[in-house]
């Protein structure tokens, strides 16, 4: 099994572009969440969905969507890419079954916006 | 609202002494409390968690944590530190059932002195 997969590993935007971070699974998990990284902020939650079809915002959504066609994927979009978008950006997947809740994650997109 | 404290920015010890990493936390119900660590350019890579039954949780690499609901405490224990285990260190809280959103606090840098 690959886990979660996450493309592109780096990527560097002018502002107002747009782009989508890639995000994989192969584990069959249910939930999947994008969590942005900022240095001494800990991990902050984007979008998160509950299965194919349905997402919801987390802490901090704006400027960004996302969508969940199919269980395996959850791509996450910046629209006008903003200087204060520049972090680490994380995708996790979890198994929300009886107690198997910890979190998988991938191994990031770093996001620069200049 | 829930939140996680992790009020060390970074803990030093020395190579075959004993590690504490420390985590409180505050979150309506009974807790889902988790450890992640995440080495550099990685995603985070789940240790151990607690989610019910006996308060001393054992996990990945020889780590443990005691739950301590009097305290609202979940510290992160290892007997005897490796110089493999400088890393940044995650505590994460939930409320139990259903889908919670999860917490993370804003890490803790570990540095194994040699």
């Known amino acids: 099994n690959a886990g979660v997969t996450q493309t592109p590993k780096f990527r560097i935007l002018k502002i107002g572009q747009s782009m989508t971070l890639q995000c994989t699974q192969d584990m069959n998990h249910n939930y999947m969440y994008w969590y942005r990284q900022d240095p001494g902020m800990g991990l902050k939650l984007i979008y998160y969905s509950v299965g194919a079809g349905i997402t919801d915002k987390g802490e901090v959504p704006n400027g960004y969507n996302v969508s969940r066609s199919t269980t395996e994927d959850f791509p996450l979009r910046l629209e006008l890419a903003a200087p204060s978008q520049t972090s680490v950006y994380f995708c996790a997947s979890s198994y929300e079954v009886r107690m198997n809740t910890e979190a998988f994650f991938g191994q990031g997109t770093r996001l620069t916006v200049v | 609202a829930q939140s996680v404290a992790q009020p060390e920015d970074q803990v030093n010890v020395a190579e075959g002494n004993p590690l504490t990493v420390k985590c409180t936390y505050s979150v309506s119900g009974n807790p889902y409390l988790f450890w992640y660590v995440q080495y550099p350019n990685r995603g985070l890579q789940f240790l151990l968690k607690y989610i019910t039954g006996d308060n001393l949780v054992k996990g990945s690499y020889g780590f443990e944590a005691e739950f301590n609901k009097s305290q609202t405490s979940f510290h992160l224990k290892k007997p005897s530190a490796l110089v493999s285990d400088s890393a940044l260190y995650f505590c994460?809280?939930?409320?139990?059932?259903?889908?919670?959103?999860?917490?993370f606090g804003t890490g803790t840098k570990l540095q194994v002195i040699p």
């Open positions: 994460a809280v939930r409320a139990s059932g259903g889908y919670q959103k999860v917490t």
